[in-house]
C-alpha cells in the first residue's frame, strides 16, 4: 500500500530521518522528519495555475505545535490549540525567510508550507527539524523551487562551537544562533549572543554552514531517489520583451528625477506620478498590467546602478553615512522611562514599564510552563509611512521585529535576584523609512536606562543593505526602505561597545560569500560605535535610581515554615495585608517576599506587618494587640500579626476584676506583655503591667522603685 522512500544520517551527534511516501500523500510535497525523538510533518502544497492579474508570490508557512507531541493537554476553556503563540510565529518566519528567495522567478502560485509538530523529547528543538523537513518537501515535490537548503543551529560553549546544542545546553551557551543556506552560501541567520566579536559571530555562521551540508546531500539523495517530475512553467509572453523596451523608454527619466528626490514623501509622489503614466503609455488592459510587473525592474536597475557605478544612495549618502540622529529621553512625565529616538525618517518612542512578579508573562510551551520577567512589543501603525490602514492585533513582522528587539536587548539586563522587576518596553514606531526594528533596540535602550534599570551598557543597532550584480557589490550601513526593497540582502547587527548581542540576516539572491559578510559585519560596526556615540548625548548610563512613579520593590527573607502564616487560609492573610497597605506582595517557595509599592509608606507597613507574623514573642516584650475574643476568665489578644495570646481575668488590671466585660470588649486596642508560655506552648499575656496610655513596662517600674527604697 505504501511506497516508503527513507534517508538517515548521524548529524551533530544524533540520528537524522527524512521519511516520505507514508503520510499525507496528497500533498505535493510531504517528508516525516525526525531528530532523536522530536518528529515534524512538513508539506508542500502549490496551486497549478495562478490567480489572474496575480503580481506577487503568495507564499505562506505555518508551523504549529500540538500539545500531545510532548503528552500534554492545552491549557483554557477550549481544551484545543488556539491561536498561533509567539514562537510558533517566528518559526514560521524562520522557515519563510530563506526559502522565498529559491523559487523560480515568475511562478506566483499560491503556495503553501505547514510543519506540524507531532513528538517532541524536549531535548531538541522542532524548529530546525522543521526547516530541514521543509526543505525536503519542497524539493520532491515537483513545484519550481531552486533548492534545497539545510539548517542548523550554533551554540557557543567554553570557547568552542557546537552544531545543534540540546536544549539544556543552550543555558551556558553564549551564542544561540540559527542559520540557513544552500551548498554556496548562507540566506538567512538569526541569533541571539553575549557580546561576541564579529569574528566570533563570523566563524559560527561559517561553523553552521559547513555543518549543514550533509543534510542537502541527504535531501538531494532522497529527491534523487522519488522526487515528482518538475512543473511545466508558463512561457514567456512574445510581447513582454517589446513592451519592457517601450516601458523604459517612457518611464526611465522620469524614475532618475523621482530618485533623485531625498525626501522620502516627495519622491514617493513623483514615483505615484511615473507609476499613473504607465496607464497612458499602455492604453491596452493586458499590456498595461504586464507593464506594471515591470516597473519595479527599471527602479533596481536605477537605484543599483547609480550605486555601484557612483556609490551615490538615494538620499545623497555613500556607502558608509549614518543618516543624522537625534535622541532624546524622559519625554513622558509620567511614564517610568521614555526616549524618542529619530534615526533620518526612521523614528520610534518607546516606553519602559516597570512591574512586579504579578506582572510576569506566564507562557505555556512544548517544553513546559515558565515565566518571563522582560517583554518588547513592537507596534507599526499605518500613519508611520504616511498611509490611511488597518489596524488590528501585531501581525508576523510586528512580532519578529519585537523579538529582534528582544534578543538584542535581553543579554545587557541585570540578573533578576539583583534587579527583582518585571520589564515591559513598547516600541511605537511613529516614523519609518528603513530598520524600524534597530531603531527600537536603540531606543529600547535609552528609555530602560532612563527608566533606572542598570543595563551592563548602552546597546544599538544599524541595518545593513547589499547591492550586488554580478562580482561587484557595495555594502550599504543603514539603509533606507527603497534601499531594502531594491536591494539584495537586509543584514541586522546590534550591540555595544564591547561586541554583538543579536544578529539578523535575509537573503534575497542565491546566497552571498563569507568576504561580503566579513565587510558588512566591519562596516556594521563601525556605524554602530557612531551611534551608540550620539546616543550618549542624551544619557550615558542607567539612572541612579528608578522613577519616582515606579513602584519600589524591597526584598525580605522569611523561614519556609511561616509561608503559610503569611499567606493565611485562602489567601486571606496576603490578601487583607494587599487592600490595607495598597503595596504588593510576591511569596516564593524559598520564603523570599518581594513588596512593592510606588508610596514608601505603604512598603513599610506591610514590611512590618510580615514582619510581625513571622516574628516569635519575646518574654518581657511589650507590644500592641486587638482583643478578638472575651471570655468568663479573659481575653484572648491578637499580637505580631496572627498570634494569639490570652490575658487571663487576674492580668487585666491592678485592681480585682470582676467581670471581664467590665475592662474590654472584643476589637479594643490594648498593650500586651508576654509573661511565658503554658504547657501546651499558648502565649500568657498580661495587661496590668503595662501602662495603656503610655507603653511602659508598670512592673519594671516597681521593681526600680524597690530598688531604691532598699538602697
Known sequence: MFNVFRKELMWGGRRLILETGKIARQADGAVMATYGETTVLCTAVANRTAKPGQDFFPLTVNYQEKTFAAGKIPGGFFKREGRPSEKETLVSRLIDRPIRPLFVPGFLNETQVVCTVLSHDLENDPDIVALVGASAALTISGIP????????????????????????????????????????????????????????????????????????????????????????????????????KKLRGAITVDLQAAYAEQAKQARTDKLDLVKAKVGEVFPDEAQRAIAAKMVKGVEKDIVRGAILKHGKRIDGRDTKTVRQIVAEVGILPRAHGSALFTRGETQALVVATLGTGQDEQIIDALEGEYRSNFMLHYNFPPYSTGEAGRMGSPGRREIGHGKLAWRAVRPLLPAKEAFPYTIRVVSEITESNGSSSMASVCGSSLALMDSGVPLKRPVAGIAMGLIKEGNDFAVLSDILGDEDHLGDMDFKVAGTEVGITALQMDIKITSITEEIMKIALGQAKDGRLHILGEMAKALTGARDGVSSNAPRITTIQIPKDKIREVIGSGGKVIREICEVTGAKVDIDDDGTIKVAAVDESASKAAIDWIRGIVAEPEVGVIYNGKVVKVVDFGAFVNFLGAKDGLVHISELAAQRVGKVSDVVNQGDAVKVKVLGFDDRGKVKLSMKQVDQQTGEDISRKREEKSEEAAH
Open 145 to 244: 523551487f531552486m533548492g534545497p537548503i539545510g539548517g542548523a543551529r550554533v551554540g557557543y560553549i567554553d570557547g568552542e562551537y557546537v552544531l545543534n546544542p540540546k536544549v539544556e545546553l543552550l543555558a551556558s551557551s553564549k551564542l544561540d544562533l540559527v542559520l540557513a543556506g544552500t551548498t554556496d552560501g548562507v540566506l538567512m541567520v538569526e541569533s541571539e549572543a553575549q557580546e561576541l566579536s564579529e569574528e566570533i559571530m563570523l566563524g559560527a555562521v561559517t561553523f553552521g554552514h559547513q555543518g549543514f551540508q550533509p543534510v542537502i546531500q541527504a535531501i538531494i539523495e532522497l529527491a534523487e531517489a522519488c522526487a515528482k517530475e518538475p512543473w511545466n512553467l508558463k512561457a514567456k509572453n512574445p510581447e513582454a520583451d517589446e513592451i519592457e
